[in-house]
């Protein structure tokens, strides 16, 4: 649970709040763990990017995005520095898949898991894999995980929590300070949009 590490966590951000900048040395140091959890799923999840890279380098290029944004924002709790760490995975795993679909030919024919897949959502919870849905392309990888960034900010926190940041839905619950049913209507919400919006990624 988020207890303890939360009230360090939180200590460390007042500091940072008052101006002590080398309380954003101590926040990174509390935040390295989830980050490291964070690129080994991903990495689990996504085995094409691991042809050119490897959890540690996802990890130290997070460190570094966390720590240079926690000198131009200051979070006042836990939920928002998990927001902002989540932030930094989810635009080095973008920027990462950009670049390999641009600069490697044949980059675009390597397969997603399905876990990553619109269609294959409702398994996260679970984090169980269907074999019936069709892999789709990096690029298609690419343009789910900018959709996600278009979410109403609600189920964007949501999606980022659960799916970036590997919470619970009752961890979830908690850091927002909203009901489990509430988490779960904004999760279904969530992602019904994705769907529709992969459907017809053209669409305002």
Partial sequence: ML?????LIENCLGQLATGNDSARQAVLELAS??????????????PALRNWEETPDIHQRA??????ALGDVRPETTRQLFNLAALQ???ILIDLARHYSANHEGAQRH???VS?????????DQQR?????????????????????????????????????GLSQQEVADLMEISMRTVKR???????????????????
Avoid: C
């Fill in 3 to 7: 207890g303890n590490h939360e009230s």
């Fill in 33 to 46: 763990e989830r980050l490291y959890r964070l690129s080994r799923v991903m990495f689990h999840r996504f």
């Fill in 63 to 68: 460190m570094l995005r966390l720590f240079h």
């Fill in 89 to 91: 995975v989810k635009r």
């Fill in 111 to 113: 397969p997603i898991p």
């Fill in 116 to 124: 990553f897949q619109p269609g294959a959502l409702e398994h996260f």
């Fill in 129 to 165: 894999q269907d074999s019936s849905l069709q892999p789709g392309s990096l690029e298609n990888w690419t343009l789910f995980h900018e959709k996600i960034g278009t979410l109403p900010p609600a189920e964007r926190e949501v999606v980022m929590l659960l799916f970036y940041d």
């Fill in 186 to 204: 904004l999760w279904q919400s969530a992602k019904m949009t994705l769907r529709r919006s992969m459907d017809h990624p053209d669409a305002p």
